[in-house]
Each structure stands twice: as structure tokens, then as C-alpha cells.
């Protein structure tokens, strides 16, 4: 599934669709303030609430509204949203090398995710623009890739790819249970120096315009990160 990019960090408050007094209340009953190490392992079972919730509601608005707040992309992104300023999971990632790494590998520099699957267009897309942004922070930060392919399929892949991150190999059920992947692919996710979340773009797109306006993103947010 990809779609659309969307920057979680920079999502602005949806049009008024009915009182916003039955809102807030629907709102509150499924978007929790997560800050604990538990808002990626109880991600499944807040989207399931929100959902639930979504779908009770829907005979009380009007019919039809698309993305609305109630919608289940909405629900996604509040539920991804509320990823930032959280730990990122210490799960184990077998990497090409068949080596079991995780994020405690990672420490006191900032780190860029890619989520990504290798018939995914506009997670190739946007290799070009990731391996640039290496370059760029080398040294700086660490640049993670998380396939969610079969193993043999990343490895024939990468024979013909130069992509240069760290590559490392789970399944989509993984990457949806233990890292909270339930927007759009590729998601990419920038920790800060101590590995909780400081951004996250959901969805990509495969047009240069938006890839050169993601690599500025990325950039931004990766400048900010090596002051902590």
C-alpha cells in the first residue's frame, strides 16, 4: 500500500465537520497521550479502538465526508502521530550480513528508518534521495533500512541497487505489530540521539519535485537532532 506522503510532525487540525464538542469526546475515546515505552506495542490496539469508534459515529455526521476525522487514514495518522517523543523498540532485525542487530546498535547520533518493500515505487524513488542524505550526514547520523520482503528478495535486489543504508530484513506483520508501520509505504522515522521519535513521513510519492521538498525535510530535521 503506498500513498501520498504525509509529514506526521506537521499535520494541521482538520475542517470543522459537525460540533466541536462531540469531537473532542469522539477524539478522546480513541487518541490517548502516549509517553511511556508502550505507545509502539499497544499501536494495534489503539487503531482497533479508533476504528470501532469510527465506524459506531458514522450514522451520526454526514455521509460521504472523505479523510475526515473520522475517516481510517485519520485515525492512522493520529495514532502515528502520537509515536513522537516515544522510544523506538529494541526488536530484533536480521540484517543481510545474517546478523541480529537493533537499535541499541545505534547510539548518540541521530538515526533515519526507511520502511520499505522492493516493488514499492515510490520507496525506490526515494533511495536516490536517501543515499544523498548518507552522504551528506556521514558521520553524523546512521541510516537504517528495514525491507519487509523475503531475505532472498532484498539480496537479488540490492545486487542491482546501490542503496547504502543499513539493511536489515522483517516481515510486514512485524513491522505493522512491533514498530506501528499501519500508515502508507515507505514510512520513514528520524529518532534523536537517545533512539526515541523525533518525525515521521507516512506514504511516499515518486515525483522529484516532492523528493527534493522530502530530502530538505529530512535534512532540517536531521540538523536539529545533532545539537541534542
Known amino acids: 500500500m503506498t500513498f501520498k506522503r504525509i509529514n506526521l510532525k506537521a499535520l494541521k487540525r482538520p475542517k470543522n465537520i459537525c460540533g466541536y464538542k ?14 511511556s515505552q508502550d505507545c509502539f506495542s499497544d499501536c494495534l490496539k489503539r487503531l482497533k479502538i479508533g476504528q470501532d469508534t469510527m465506524f459506531r459515529s458514522m450514522d451520526q455526521i454526514k455521509k460521504n465526508v472523505e479523510d475526515s476525522l473520522f475517516s481510517p487514514l485519520s485515525v492512522n495518522k493520529n495514532i502515528i502521530k502520537n509515536l513522537i517523543g516515544c522510544q523506538f523498540p529494541n526488536t530484533p532485525l536480521r540484517s543481510v550480513n545474517d546478523k541480529t542487530i537493533s537499535i541499541s546498535k545505534f547510539k548518540n547520533k541521530p538515526v533515519f528508518i526507511h520502511f520499505w518493500f522492493t516493488s514499492c515505487r515510490p520507496c525506490i524513488a526515494e533511495i536516490e534521495t536517501i543515499n544523498s542524505l548518507q552522504k551528506e550526514f556521514e558521520g553524523k547520523a546512521y541510516f537504517l533500512a528495514i525491507n519487509t ?8 535486489f540490492l545486487k542491482e541497487h546501490k542503496y547504502n543504508s543499513y539493511q536489515t530484513n522483517i516481515s510486514k506483520n512485524k513491522a505493522m505489530n512491533d514498530f506501528c508501520v499501519i500508515g502508507g509505504y515507505p514510512t520513514c522515522i528520524i529518532l534523536d540521539s537517545h533512539n526515541k521519535v523525533s518525525a515521521i513521513w507516512s506514504g511516499g510519492n515518486i515525483n522529484p519535485l516532492e ?5 530538505l525535510q529530512v535534512k532540517k530535521e536531521l540538523e536539529n537532532n545533532l545539537s541534542d
Open 22 to 35: 462531540f469531537i473532542l469526546m469522539l477524539f478522546l475515546l480513541f487518541s490517548f497521550k502516549i509517553n
Open 149 to 156: 520482503d523475503d531475505m532472498l528478495t532484498l539480496k537479488e
Open 211 to 215: 523528493q527534493k521538498d522530502f530530502y
